[in-house]
């Protein structure tokens, strides 16, 4: 098995605490994208990046970091200046970018912020 | 940036029937645009899409219509089961980024 492969798949963490959230996949994908889930608001995108040691911000990068050292990993941040940390985070890949491709998503990860 | 706007965020019909979900978008440069379902607890995943080259796309009981000129696009699900009960998620590609619209729920009852 394989393709978009994200941890944890739930994390609960205090107030004020960097969480970092795993994104790996073997799908030889060049693009890779971080996405916000909330009820009612659709999927925004934090971050994405089209080729290593490359990324861009989203609509919503403020409070989050990422790196991409090697094209198979996209871990994503979560740090204490983020406001309202608590959602569901989807990673996601495609082949070329989005312009022309489809994407295909991880799992996501629930993050709680207690 | 690209904004996408999606209705009506809530759809209920019953099985048999049609159902029709509207996006428009606001970047006349976008030229891709997608079709995500996402059922219950389980990741998004593309039922179809359609590019700015093309005016409409058909797959068994689902369809894609594309305006250009009215910068909008809908999806068209026929003879709808009730498995296709799910969030759909309609989205516009401009300057290699995706942007998604804020979904709709749709139930089919049977």
């Known amino acids: 098995d394989g393709g978009i492969t994200q941890s944890p798949k739930y994390l609960f963490r205090k107030e004020g605490q960097n969480v970092t959230l795993s994104c790996e996949q073997n799908?030889?994908?060049?693009?890779m994208y971080w996405y916000r889930q909330d009820p009612g608001q659709g999927l925004r995108l934090i971050y994405y990046?089209?080729?290593?040691?490359?990324?861009q911000k989203g609509d919503i990068a403020e409070g989050y970091s990422v790196s991409r050292e090697k094209k198979e990993s996209f871990p994503l941040t979560v740090t204490s200046a983020q406001k309202n940390p608590t959602a569901f985070y989807l990673c996601?890949?495609?082949?070329?970018?989005?312009?022309?491709?489809?994407?295909?998503f991880g799992e996501g990860s629930r993050l709680t912020v207690l | 940036g690209e904004n996408v706007e999606q209705h009506p965020s809530t759809l209920s019909v019953q099985e048999g029937d049609s159902a029709v979900i509207k996006c428009t978008y606001s970047?006349?440069?976008?030229?891709?645009f997608p079709w995500y379902k996402q059922e219950l607890g389980k990741r998004p995943q593309l039922i179809i899409d359609?590019?700015?080259?093309?005016g409409e796309k058909k797959d068994q009981r689902i369809a894609v219509t594309l305006n250009k000129t009215a910068k909008h696009f809908s999806l068209h699900i026929t003879e709808t089961q009730p498995e296709d009960s799910a969030v759909y998620f309609c989205a516009a590609t401009f300057d290699n980024d995706m942007r998604f619209g804020a979904g709709t729920r749709l139930t089919v009852k049977p």
């Open positions: 996601a890949g495609s082949i070329r970018t989005a312009n022309t491709g489809e994407l295909f």
């Open positions: 359609i590019r700015s080259n093309v």
């Open positions: 990046s089209q080729i290593v040691n490359d990324f």
């Open positions: 970047d006349s440069a976008s030229n891709y």
């Open positions: 799908l030889n994908h060049d693009a």
